[in-house]
């Protein structure tokens, strides 16, 4: 089953489905804004906010079981 998830890399979701957690759980699930150009000044916003989040390096994961 290892060498499995090596070969084709299982597990990469994983990760990208936990930095969007992440992501949620800081900024919300939704747009607070409700008119189209403030939501995509937000969303300018927001994209900002996770590239600094990302320029600070990658978490180190550690595995407890």
Same mark, same amino acid.
């Given at each position: 089953?290892?060498? @499995?998830? $090596?070969?084709? +890399?299982? +597990? !990469?979701?994983? /990760?990208?489905?936990? =930095?969007? %957690?992440? #992501?949620? /759980? /800081? #900024? &919300?699930?939704?747009?607070?804004?409700? /008119? @189209?150009? %403030? =939501? =995509?000044?937000? &969303?300018? #916003?927001?994209? $900002?906010?996770? $590239?600094?989040? $990302? %320029? @600070? +390096? !990658?978490?180190?994961?550690? !595995?407890?079981?």
């Amino acid at each position: 089953m290892h060498a @499995f998830r $090596n070969k084709y +890399g299982y +597990g !990469k979701r994983a /990760r990208v489905e936990a =930095q969007i %957690s992440r #992501i949620k /759980r /800081r #900024i &919300g699930p939704r747009l607070l804004t409700r /008119r @189209f150009e %403030s =939501q =995509q000044r937000e &969303g300018v #916003i927001i994209a $900002n906010l996770v $590239n600094r989040w $990302n %320029s @600070f +390096g !990658k978490a180190v994961c550690v !595995k407890t079981a």
